[in-house]
């Protein structure tokens, strides 16, 4: 649970009321002016935007858009090229510039450090592509089928310790779609409530009954799943169908470890099956990468469906689902998205294979190892300074992913942009990503930073933090601190 400081959310609430006030009353005029303006009317038509998230648009995203979307025009490695913008209408529109500034980036999901050029699986990427070219070009079950698919999903298989695995093109659609292959009407889908928009799109798709467990509380689940088996269907209360767990390994935006030892006990209690979405956790977390399995001794028999993404730790796109013979068949045989869609391209499977033989430590050096070494010393030293700071840093040791609270809207844009005058590149988030007053910076450690790059970016958001003021559990004097740091290092 997160607990705002008082002040803080009340200072929160009221700039939220003052924004939402004064956006009111300007579209309140704007109707009016629209109203006499006859051309626009809408002449038959109903207005196809409207809604608070389109109020939040126009009246709170549009005025700071420039911490958003920012072009770069490098890979994503540890630095990267940030375009320059300029704008003549405060911000409404954004002009890029040809001048670009060399950034450390604290955004990408490049955990691992494969995002960038990689002396293994570069040079075989490129073989592939000049074998196989970027697209199969066909679906799956037509001519999209390479021995590199056939050889992806094997090594995936392996690597999470499932029997049989099926890739998708995409992370997000293998979540929304293939929820609706495994449930229907009749069946119950418990989602944690900070599950990713792509598991509750493929919930809501399913056609299942939804029930929502409060965030990471195995407690909790427990007593929702009591009560649906004691209740039944509704109206009919016949015994559902099937009932599945749905979770996350890491949480995206908290940088929560999930609680699975706790969570798979209450599921098997009630025969309920595990899903477990590990975007953010395989490849980054585990002794040999494998997740949070292996990070917490859970059995991967325990978790009957293995989903994850090959965007993150192994620096390429798509997703997979891990489960036994049986149920990859099921899939193989009825999923839209393996059916209908074009297959995952050839070069983007080579990366995902190249870097698991990597991480393996099958290329014939322990570079795999020690990048695992490596994300998990940087995340674990870089949270520690943040909280040594006073910042009011979210998540668990060990986690890759750290959101540092900014809580209120005019820090989002403030924090951003200081800290990008000091060419350090960081992701705000906020409303609908977050609860509308949990806006946060959220920092994605890589493998790649190197300790001088950690101790630059401490730097800056130390003087950042005091120039916006977001630490807000100040503790000891920090400049103190980071001396120490420094010559430990040496
Ligand atoms: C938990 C989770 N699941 C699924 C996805 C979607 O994956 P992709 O970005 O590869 O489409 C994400 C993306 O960030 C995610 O965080
Ligand atoms: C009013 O109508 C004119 C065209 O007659 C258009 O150019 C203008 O943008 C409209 N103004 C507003 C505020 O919609
Ligand atoms: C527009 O963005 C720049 C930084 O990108 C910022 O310095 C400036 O204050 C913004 N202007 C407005 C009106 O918000």
Known sequence: ?????????????????????????????????????????LQGYAPICLGLEDFYTRRLYLRIQDCFGRPISSAPDAWFDVVERYSNDNNKTLIRTTKKS????????????????????????????????????????DGGTTSLHNELEEYVARFVGKPAAVVFGMGYVTNSAILPVLIGKGGLIISDSLNHN??????????????????????????????????????????????IVVIEGIYSMEGELCKLPEIVAVCKKYKAYVYLDEAHSIGAVGKTGRGVCELLGVDTADVDIMMGTFTKSFGSCGGYIA???????YLKNNCPAHLYATSISPPAAQQIISSIKVILGEDGSNRGAQKLARIRENSNFFRSELQKMGFDVLGDNDSPIMPIMLYNPAKIPAFSRECLKQNVAVVTVAFPATPLLLARARICISASHTKEDLMKAL????????????????????????????????
């Open 1 to 41: 649970m997160i607990t705002i400081p008082y002040l803080t959310a009340l200072s929160t609430y009221f700039s939220y009321g003052l924004l939402f006030a004064f956006g009111q009353f300007r579209d309140f005029f704007r109707k009016i002016f629209d109203w006499w303006n006859s051309t626009t009317d």
């Open 102 to 141: 060399r950034c450390l980036n604290l955004g990408s999901y490049n955990y691992l450090g494969f995002a960038a050029s990689d002396e293994y699986c570069t040079p075989r990427a490129i073989e592939t592509l000049k074998r196989f070219s970027p697209s199969t070009c066909s679906s799956r079950v």
């Open 198 to 243: 792509s598991i509750v799109n493929g919930a809501r798709g399913s056609g299942a009954t939804i029930r929502v467990f409060q965030h990471n509380t195995p407690s909790h689940l427990d007593s929702v799943l009591r009560e649906q088996i004691a209740e039944g269907q509704p109206r009919t209360h016949r015994p559902w169908k099937k009932i």
């Open 323 to 329: 489960g036994s013979k049986e149920l990859i068949n």
């Open 459 to 490: 730097e800056v958001f130390s003087e950042v933090g005091d120039l916006v003021g977001i630490k807000y559990f100040p503790a000891e004097p920090n400049k103190q601190h980071l001396e120490k740091c420094t010559t430990k290092e040496d």
